[in-house]
């Protein structure tokens, strides 16, 4: 079986437990048709603790759906400690596939795969709360089997390492170079130093600041 390569700064098995136990279904509405009905018109979407494929497989039905219902812009809000990175590359990539602007806005913190899905809008489309907190670095997968096992998956998560790297990259106007010495280890920011950083677009206190 496929080994995930993960991107987080806890562990999420309990995480996984209470998503699969939820009755969070579909798209993930909040439960009641009003409250859902006003969230979906919202077009607010919420990403909110470890990054699953389940919680990628709802969050992208989500963005579709908004995107089918209408061109305006979708707001992300997210708090996560990360999570698997195929998972988070699913929804990054959805948020440069749909056509409606994609605004992602931090809250809490925003760590490891979580980062990766926030930086899947343009920078000027980053936002984020006072108090949010960003991680970026390496990541990391549980490696075992046959030791030609080991040297394909070692080589996967070298592969895994160097495009995020370039994401990241791209992302802030960092060099890739820049990027693999500041991720060797953990990489915490406060919003100011993501702000001079390139990670993030601007710190705001109310809606009405949104571009």
């Known amino acids: 079986?496929?080994?995930?390569?993960?991107?987080?700064?806890d562990d999420d098995d309990d995480d996984d437990r209470r998503q699969e136990g939820s009755k969070d279904e579909g798209l993930g509405l909040p439960e009641g048709d009003k409250i859902g009905k006003l969230y979906f018109k919202s077009r607010t979407v919420i990403v909110a603790g470890?990054?699953?494929d389940k919680l990628?497989?709802?969050?992208v039905a989500h963005l579709?759906?908004?995107a089918e219902d209408g061109d305006a812009p979708i707001n992300m809000l997210i708090s996560s400690p990360g999570g698997h990175v195929e998972s988070g590359d699913m929804i990054h990539d959805v948020i440069k596939f749909i056509r409606p602007t994609v605004r992602t806005i931090g809250s809490g913190w925003v760590a490891s795969a979580g980062a990766l899905i926030f930086v899947g809008a343009e920078r000027e489309n980053r936002y984020c709360l006072p108090n949010t907190r960003f991680l970026i670095h390496q990541p990391s997968g549980g490696i075992g089997g046959t030791s030609s096992d080991m040297m394909i998956q070692a080589?996967?998560?070298?592969?895994?390492?160097d495009r995020l790297n370039q994401i990241f990259a791209e992302a802030t106007g960092q060099s890739a170079e820049r990027i693999e010495k500041d991720t060797q280890r953990d990489f915490w920011l406060n919003t100011q130093e993501a702000l001079d950083y390139g990670l993030l677009g601007k710190v705001i206190r109310s809606v009405d600041e949104l571009a």
């Open 1 to 9: 079986m496929a080994q995930h390569i993960r991107l987080d700064d």
């Open 50 to 52: 470890a990054i699953t």
């Open 56 to 59: 990628a497989q709802r969050t």
């Open 64 to 66: 579709l759906a908004l």
């Open 155 to 161: 080589e996967q998560v070298r592969l895994m390492r």
